[in-house]
C-alpha cells in the first residue's frame, strides 16, 4: 500500500444525544479523517497501532442502546459516531442542541471509494446476504476501477462459530485498510468490538444494510422523501415484513425516549441552577 501524505484532521467536535457522542463535521470532513487513521496505523510502530471504529446513530441503533446495554457501551467507546438518520437530527432540534451533518451509506460509499482509489487504500466488504457484496464490489468497479476490494463475505453466520473465525482468517490474510460491516445492529457493533484487538486493519466501520443499496438488491428512495424526513415510509412500503417493527413500532418508541431526555435534561438544569 502506497503511504499517504496526509495528517489526520482535526475534529469539529461532537453533540451528546442518549450519552453518546455524535459527530458535527461534514461527510466530507469525516471521510478524510476516516481514511487519514489508515495512514497513522501503517507509520506507528506495531505495539502502538489501534484499529479504529466507526459507527453510526439513527432512531433504529439508538432505540437498540436500550435494550442491548453492551451496545451502548461500545457506541461511547468507539473513535467515530455519525449521524445516519433524519431521525437524530430532528432529536436535536427537539432537544435543542446544534444538529449533525446527516451522513447516508448510499451517498458516502461513492465518496469513500474515490478516495480510497486516490489513496490507494483496499477495502473488504463483509455483511448482507450470500453474493450481495460481492455484487456491490462489481458496482463499486465499475465507477472506480481503480479501487482495491480484497475480499468480500456475506454476513450470515455465527461469530462464535468456526465460520466465524475462519472469516477473521480471511481479513488477516488480505490485510484490507477498511473493513466495511453489514451485518444489521446490534450485531456488527459487537463483532466489530469483539474482533478490534485482533484486526489487521486500521479501520472496522459498520455499515448496516450498505450493500443492498449498492448492490441494487433495495431500490433508494427518492431524493424528495429522503431529503425531507420520510425515507423510512418508502423503505417500509419496499420490505414490509422485515421493517415493521423498525417503524411503526420504533419511531413512536424513539419518540417517547427523545421526549424522556428532553424532561431529564430539563431537570438536571433546574437542579443546577438552583444549587449555583
Not at 103 to 131: K, P
Not at 143 to 159: E, M, S
Not at 242 to 261: H, I, Q, S, T
Request: hydrophobic fraction near 40%; include cysteine.
Amino acid at each position: 500500500m502506497a503511504e499517504s501524505s496526509t495528517t489526520t484532521p482535526e475534529p469539529a467536535g461532537s453533540v451528546r444525544m442518549f450519552d453518546i457522542d455524535i459527530e458535527l463535521d461534514t461527510p466530507g470532513a469525516m471521510l478524510d479523517r476516516i481514511t487519514s487513521w489508515v495512514s497513522d496505523y501503517r507509520r506507528a510502530p506495531r505495539p502502538e497501532r489501534h484499529t479504529r471504529r466507526v459507527m453510526y446513530a439513527n432512531a433504529h441503533v439508538l432505540n437498540q442502546t436500550h435494550m442491548v446495554p453492551e451496545l451502548r457501551r461500545i457506541l461511547r467507546t468507539s473513535d467515530l459516531v455519525y449521524c445516519d438518520g433524519y431521525g437524530v437530527r430532528l432529536a436535536a432540534r427537539l432537544l435543542d442542541v446544534e444538529s449533525p451533518h446527516r451522513m447516508t451509506g448510499a451517498d458516502w460509499i461513492w465518496d469513500l471509494a474515490a478516495l480510497c482509489e486516490e489513496r490507494d487504500l483496499s477495502l473488504y466488504l463483509l455483511g448482507s446476504d450470500h453474493g450481495i457484496a460481492a455484487r456491490a464490489s462489481e458496482q463499486l468497479r465499475v465507477k472506480h476501477p481503480g479501487l482495491r476490494i480484497v475480499g468480500t463475505h456475506h454476513g450470515y453466520f455465527d461469530p462464535d462459530s468456526p465460520h466465524g473465525e475462519r472469516v477473521l482468517e480471511d481479513i488477516e490474510a488480505t490485510t484490507p485498510d477498511i473493513v466495511l460491516i453489514g451485518m444489521g445492529s446490534p450485531k456488527q457493533e459487537l463483532w466489530a468490538d469483539a474482533v478490534a484487538d485482533r484486526s489487521p486493519s486500521p479501520v472496522l466501520w459498520t455499515v448496516g444494510a450498505l450493500f443492498d443499496y449498492v448492490s441494487g438488491q433495495v431500490p433508494r428512495a427518492p431524493s424528495w422523501l429522503a431529503d425531507n424526513g420520510w425515507e423510512w415510509i418508502f423503505r417500509l412500503a419496499v420490505e414490509p415484513r422485515r421493517m415493521w417493527k423498525r417503524y411503526l413500532l420504533g419511531n413512536p418508541a424513539f419518540l417517547v425516549r427523545v421526549a424522556d431526555e428532553g424532561q431529564r435534561r430539563s431537570a438536571a438544569a433546574r437542579a443546577a441552577s438552583a444549587s449555583s
